[in-house]
């Protein structure tokens, strides 16, 4: 089964995003190919990922 992690986009740079997750609050940022997100995130947008796919939902 997978699981449903909630996250943040704090910084967009070039082709990658830097993503922090909502619920655990911790300071460690992921880097995502921006490829792999939905095209329309901004800083600040909020992201869910269930399935191996990124849904942009704020």
């Known amino acids: 089964m997978f699981e449903t ?3 943040e986009v704090v910084s967009i740079d070039g ?9 655990t609050g911790e300071d ?3 880097l995502v190919a921006r ?5 329309e ?3 600040g947008s909020r992201l869910k ?3 191996l ?6």
């Open 5 to 7: 992690i909630y996250y």
């Open 15 to 23: 082709d990658y995003a830097n993503l922090k997750n909502i619920e």
């Open 53 to 58: 796919q990124y849904e942009l939902i704020g």
């Open 41 to 43: 995130i901004r800083e």
């Open 35 to 39: 490829a792999l997100l939905p095209p």
């Open 28 to 30: 460690e940022l992921k």
């Open 49 to 51: 990922y269930e399935m």
